[in-house]
């Protein structure tokens, strides 16, 4: 039996502690909320938050903005950093303040702010999109890639996918060259029909993801053509039992989503053994304490849960939140986007 009910309770006690392992993810903090309140959304159970203006100006107070003398002096380090670890004053209130040398955005973190944001029924009236927009723009490479971050940093599939998902979030494309983001993007088509991180690496389901979703956010899934069936086949291959990553591994549940959410962007969704994905989804449940966890051997925790639930809402459980796919939140919270005016 699905145990909702458990589940609401387990990421209701996330949100005030943690176990002693997350510790080591202090800077993800933005993540790990994510997962948490995203998780209750997608069990209908967003209300269930007692203190949902709490943490919208927890998120907000997270926001770095441009230098209140010279906002030039920063702008390329604007949007959300992921915790407060850099002794920044909390400042939910957004006021012009002065920049520090080290107070750097990263994208990711831009990302699930918005998210949150928008889950947690806020209406960006405190987003300063002119900044977010100047510091994105400063991410992209030569090859189309993005940065997480300015400075220098890995690029790859998943930072594009940040990118393009923030740029829908604020209905604002400016930031991004769209064409040559999807140039890397089908350069990391592989051979076998897969996307990997990056032109010559492996294929990788949350690769394929993130690459499909940005497609599918800028209007240019179209541009797969004959390729979209091959890439459904791929995805198809990953499923084992639950879901693999890639060729060969042990199947896990975050890939109920991220391979499941492929196929539904790709209207495949249907060719999903449902029972066997929802069988090996279920073994992974903690009945006694909630949550999920990768596999069933293992103890549960905020990812897992969280993408667990996606992927038993893309097979369709009723008892669960719709999923709007492109952009990783229910399709409730993506209703909510506002237009940028």
Not at 180 to 194: P, S, T, V
Request: contains cysteine; charged residues 25%; hydrophobic residues 40%.
């Amino acid at each position: 039996d699905f145990e909702k009910e458990v589940h609401v309770r387990a990421l209701l006690r996330y949100l005030q502690a943690l176990p002693a392992p997350y510790q080591s993810q202090e800077n993800n903090r933005l993540t790990i909320i994510h997962f948490v309140v995203g998780g209750l959304d997608v069990l209908g159970a967003i209300d269930s938050i007692p203190n949902k203006t709490e943490i919208i100006d927890y998120i907000y107070s997270l926001q770095i903005l441009p230098d209140k003398d010279d906002p030039k002096k920063n702008y390329f380090n604007c949007g959300f950093r992921g915790s407060p670890y850099i002794g920044i004053p909390y400042n939910p209130e957004c006021k012009p303040i002065e920049s520090r040398m080290y107070d750097k955005a990263n994208i990711a973190m831009t990302y699930v702010s918005l998210c949150l944001l928008l889950s947690l029924g806020d209406d960006f009236s405190r987003i300063n999109r002119q900044s977010i927009i100047a510091g994105l723009r400063e991410l992209q490479l030569p090859d189309g890639s993005f940065m997480p971050h300015h400075g220098g940093a890995e690029n790859d599939m998943r930072f594009v996918f940040c990118a393009f998902a923030v740029s829908y979030l604020l209905d604002d494309w400016s930031a991004i060259d769209v064409p040559k983001a999807i140039e890397f993007i089908f350069k990391a088509l592989r051979y076998d029909y897969g996307f990997a991180q990056d032109k010559g690496q492996e294929s990788h389901a949350g690769a394929t993801y993130c690459a499909l979703a940005s497609l599918s956010l800028a209007g240019k899934l179209d541009l797969l053509d004959w390729r979209r069936e091959k890439i459904i086949k791929w995805c198809l291959e990953r499923q084992v039992s639950g879901f693999q990553g890639r060729c060969n591994k042990d199947p896990d549940t975050c890939y109920s989503f991220w391979a499941g959410a492929s196929l539904q962007l790709l209207g495949a969704e249907h060719l999903i053994d449902g029972d066997l994905s929802r069988q090996f989804t279920m073994g992974c449940q903690k009945k006694k304490i909630g949550g999920f966890s990768k596999s069933a051997e293992l103890p549960p925790d905020v990812l897992h849960t969280f993408y667990s639930l996606c992927g038993l809402s893309i097979l369709g459980d009723e008892s669960l939140l719709a999923i709007e796919p492109s952009l990783g939140i229910t399709a409730r919270t993506a209703s909510m986007i506002p237009k940028k005016h």
